[in-house]
């Protein structure tokens, strides 16, 4: 059994997280199999959307304890390996964002910790009615500082700071309130509503979308002056693509474009 099933459908590449038993716990091999298909995704040129969804009863339910609480016997008490787990960690969060493609987080059940961590990476977010999220690792004296990277960075910072200091779950429809997912579905119809985005995005240009996002991303820690020199060096830069050429003069004589990659 693979920890990440992966399965190609046109454009869209879908990654289902593949220990249910165990809610999908971040541990040790799971995190290198989803690393390992988004090393994969990104040198792909046929994939123009992501999914990663959760088998089971839940999305993701962070780290794995157990594993972590073993590496205690080392003789460093484990700080090494605990160091390195959250170097990994952060580098397949942040993977997410670098990839060219849109990924979107579909999440039923609960999210929490690096869990809801996962959900924050993504560029976008659907969830049903039955998801929770929480970054509750202060109810056990952990403080979820890594997920709190992500998750100030997709909502706003009092209610970030609130949720971390306090352990509380939210529900799907503040999820979406507060900025944290994109849509929220009935059960049942998750699946659907994720593909319908998926679907959508990857009618989209390729090459437009792959160089909007890494702007996206990179303005956002700019200054505005600068931010609006650099994204206006990207959209010249998009305006040379041939694709958009011809994108452009299709609209001029109404119609609609069909793209070739």
Not at 133 to 149: E, Q
Not at 150 to 158: D, E, P
Not at 227 to 250: D, H, R
Request: a neutral charge; proline letters at 2%.
């Amino acid at each position: 059994m693979s920890l990440v099933e992966r399965i190609d459908r046109g454009a869209i590449c879908r990654l289902l997280l593949n220990q249910p038993s165990r809610l999908n716990v971040l541990s040790d091999n799971l995190l290198n199999a989803l690393q390992k298909e988004l090393d994969s995704i990104n040198k792909s040129n046929n994939i123009r959307c992501v999914i990663i969804s959760g088998a089971g009863n839940g999305f993701c339910a962070g780290h794995d304890l157990k594993e972590m609480t073993k590496q205690r016997q080392n003789p460093d008490g484990g700080v090494g390996y605990f160091q390195d787990l959250f170097v990994r960690c952060s580098k397949m969060m942040t993977t997410i964002q670098s990839l060219p493609q849109p990924v979107i987080a579909q999440v039923h059940g609960i999210a929490t910790a690096a869990g809801c961590q996962l959900v924050a990476s993504c560029d976008l977010a659907v969830a049903d009615e039955s998801a929770r999220f929480g970054v509750n690792g202060v109810n056990i004296g952990l403080f979820c500082s890594t997920p709190m990277v992500a998750l100030t960075r997709a909502v706003g910072r009092k209610k970030a700071f609130e949720m971390l200091v306090t352990g509380q779950f939210i529900e799907a429809k503040e999820a979406k309130e507060i900025g944290l997912i994109n849509k929220v579905s009935k059960i049942g119809k998750l699946e659907e509503t994720a593909d319908e985005l998926a679907l959508q995005i990857a009618s989209k240009l390729g090459d437009a979308v792959k160089i909007g996002k890494e702007a996206f991303y990179k303005q956002g820690e700019m200054g505005i002056n600068d931010a609006y020199c650099y994204t206006g060096a990207v959209m010249a830069e998009n305006m040379m693509f041939e694709q958009t050429k011809k994108g452009i003069n299709l609209f001029l004589n109404k119609k609609i474009p069909e793209w070739d990659q």
